[in-house]
């Protein structure tokens, strides 16, 4: 009685709060800064560099949002968020977005009242085990002791999976990726998992790959997206486009080297339409008519973002999947900019 | 008489035996070695398996140590270098150096800003740990440190450090003039006084305060890194203790309320784990606070912090007083001292000897405890370990190194702490034990 009390008493502060941080994109444009929510680290996707940079997957939607509407892809303010504190962070409004490899689900979408803006990453839930186990198959798992990051939808996923196919198994709980990177190296558990791409990302670093193998079943749909709160709309909307924008760019062949012949003007209307060279997109999201111009400008592309921080020709070498535009057999597929 | 002694010894020495050697057993390497090594079976038996420990423990890290590679730019580039050998790539923590100390965020161009702050905080410190040793005139410079220590860490305009030393002088002053008549009037008049001339100072400097200053302004959430651990150490470390001694007389008051208020901020404060009490600062303060304001994180941390260790603090201090024989508190009534004389005099210094090993033991412990702000997503040294550094494509995958040397910091500043308290305490020795 007393908790629900207590968490009640959250939830309204946090609506009030909400309700009266309601014009986000206005405190942006005041504030100069974007202030964007990202990991405490992870490979690829988030982490500043030795001159104290962030960059990443994640961090290019942040600077690209910032571009759009601020002018200016470094005007952001990175807030290092945990699992467990990102989605108070975002409701208490710390932060205007969360771009931090968030998986869009029904409960974070209705009961924690955000709003997902859209899907930067199809990933999939999947297990590492050392190939001198000889197991092929994730049905071959029963009684295996699992590392299973606490706090995350991984670990629902395990337990689902585990219990749909009747199999026992040992969680191994940690808290961060490195930890379970150590942990999975010294033996502490026989299978590692987690989103396909982090799995990747891993071994990457472990000094012989090849001893270790990713098993073919992916156990979940972990669609990563970056999140607002709810309530506010037209912000909601800014983010949404711009990373359409960032879609459709790689769609029609929009890059950040050619971006300023295109500008010029072309024969296709709709890559004129998100230029801004044509009709009135950015008046109608409350933006100037360059903002997609200069959101891809910053970072490129999606396609040279994903090339960049996870592509094939970085260490962690994640190849593009389901990630691939719809016209190449992937998921990715922008609504038409009219 | 002579004949029959000459006749019954049969051989007498007439020159003096030079002086021999003691036995081998007896001497040198050997006798140390029987006796505290082989001394009985068991204890011989012991010492063989510890040998053989060791020269594990030496044959393992040895080469790690000796082939450790400096200078890479990335883990990989040290594999490519060891080719398959042991070695620690230790270039990891030449490249992260400075990440390492002062977080990644803190302007580059202003490190020594930090260094200096650091390296004046034992000329800050010596004249209160070694009073004996340093003139007393050092005291001026250590209660005018901590406003100098903030400005250069902070930066910013100079005037709000002054403002806030001369809150403290002015309710000092006011204190002084007034705790002849009463020891209420004094404390709640220097109370108010020192609030008023923050209020009214805050509003000045917000008028006056120059656009561009000497120092340049560096954000609470731009710290980071062993500075970091070592600010909260410090800070709170010293703050609770003067906290913990009020609260560990006030729980032994006669006096019901405030007996009662210290009670129940003890316990509760105990019984809650510090790490909790980090998420509230960090995370449901956030919910209370109207959007938009910044209350500074790092002193909601520091204010969380120093109420957990006051509260760990005053219970050993407790410890101390109830040590004391009650013939020290009719003592000190029967020299006609009132309470602040009594205990200032007669009962805390007594109470606080006894206590040096518990208060130290919770400092080590406290200075340990600021890691948990990692959790907080705030960058210490170990947050910066396990985010940012470990996240990087270039060292993802370097463990040992990185927390050995964070174990190598900690372990130094906690062993510093433990050896001055030692001396500390045979400085104090009365007794004649």
Known sequence: MKKSVFLGTLTVAGIAAGVAG??????????????????????????????????????AVCRAVAAAVLGDASAVEFVPTTGKTRFTALASGEIDMLARNTTWTFSRDVDLKFEFTGINYYDGQGFMIPRELGVSSALELAGATVCIQTGTTTELNLADFFRSNNMEYEPVPIETNAEAQQQYLAGACDVYTTDASGLAATRATFEDPGAHVILPEIISKEPLGPLVRHGDNDWGDIVRWTLNALIAAEEYGITSANIGELTAGTDNPEINRILGT????????????????????????????????????????????????????????????? | MSDTHQNSIVYVRETMLPEAPPPATETGIVKWMRENLFSNVTNGILTLVSIWAIYQLVMAMGPWL???????????????????????????????????????????????????????????????????????????????????????????????????????????????????????????????????????????????????????????????????????????????????????????????IIKWICVVFIEFIRGVPLITLLFVANVVLAYFL??????????????????????????????????????????????????????????????????????????????????????????????????????STEWNGVYWELLGFAAVLFFVVCYGISQYSQWLERQLQTDHR
């Open chain 2, 290 to 391: 109207p959007p938009g304001t910044t209350f500074d994180l790092i002193l909601r941390v520091i204010i969380m912090i120093t109420m957990f260790a006051s509260a760990y603090i005053a219970e050993v201090i407790r410890g101390g007083l109830a040590a004391l024989p009650r013939g020290q508190y009719e003592a000190a009534d029967s020299l006609g001292l009132d309470y602040a004389q009594s205990m200032r005099l007669i009962i805390l210094p007594q109470a606080l000897k006894i206590s040096i090993p518990g208060i130290v033991n919770v400092a080590v412990g406290l200075f340990k405890d600021t890691t948990l702000v990692s959790v907080i997503s705030m960058f210490d040294l170990v947050g910066m370990i396990r985010g940012p550094i470990l996240a």
């Open chain 2, 66 to 256: 000796m082939n450790g590679i400096w200078d890479a730019p990335s883990l990989s580039a040290c594999r490519e270098i060891l080719q398959g050998e042991v070695g620690g790539c230790f270039a990891v923590l030449t490249e992260r150096w400075n990440q390492l100390l002062f977080g990644f965020q803190y302007p580059d161009d202003q490190y020594w800003r930090p260094t200096l702050a650091f390296v004046l905080l034992f000329a800050a410190a010596a004249p209160i740990m070694f009073p004996k040793h340093v003139p007393t005139v050092g005291l001026y410079f250590t209660a005018v440190y901590p406003f100098l220590a903030y400005w250069l860490i902070w930066g910013g305009t100079i005037l709000a450090p002054l403002v806030a030393m001369a809150g403290f002088i002015v309710g000092y002053l006011v204190y002084s003039r007034f705790v002849a008549q009463s020891f209420a009037a004094g404390f709640f008049g220097a109370i108010v006084a020192a609030f008023a001339t923050w209020w009214i100072g805050g509003m000045i400097v917000d008028l006056v305060a120059p656009e561009t200053t000497v120092l340049s302004a560096v954000e609470s959430r731009n710290m980071g890194g062993f500075m970091l651990n070592m600010i909260l150490g410090t800070v709170c470390v010293s703050l609770s203790l003067p906290f913990g001694i009020a609260l560990a007389l006030g729980r032994q008051s006669s006096m019901p």
């Open chain 1, 22 to 59: 309601a014009a986000t994109l206005d405190d942006v444009k005041a504030r100069g800064t974007l202030n964007c929510g990202v990991t405490t680290g992870l490979v690829g996707f988030a982490a500043p560099n030795a001159n104290g940079e962030w960059e990443g997957f994640d961090v």
């Open chain 1, 278 to 338: 044509e009709g009135n997109l950015g008046e109608m999201l409350g933006l100037d008519a360059e903002w997609a111009v200069r959101a891809i400008s910053a970072n490129g592309n999606y396609g040279e973002i994903f090339a960049k921080n996870i592509g094939e020709s970085t260490p962690i070498g994640l190849a593009r999947g389901l990630n691939a535009q719809w016209t190449d057999g992937g998921l990715l597929y922008s609504p038409p900019f009219r």
